[in-house]
């Protein structure tokens, strides 16, 4: 099987939401670890009725390279992280939903 991803690919739609009961708090989706710079978080929105935000995971200008030492270096495997975080005005939570990306 053989892929070509171009900039601007969409890979997956990440949601999230406060989950506490009551008032829903507004979140943020960070992209962390992608230290090679293949992904993009992109077109983040909240739904106002929800709470729900989403953002899309994109490929970035930079080319997927399933050679790069880094990845042969991880059994061929590229992982990053989405962190989600609890916007307030006193206090943040973390959630890290870890990503992994097989080149084929």
Known sequence: MYAIFFQGTVVAVIGARDGDLGESRPVLLTLEGDDLGFFELVDEEMDPAT??????????EIPLDREHPQILLNGGIYTFSIKVRVKSAKSSFHLTKNMYYQPI
């Open 51 to 60: 709470g729900m935000v989403t953002a899309r995971l994109v490929t970035s």
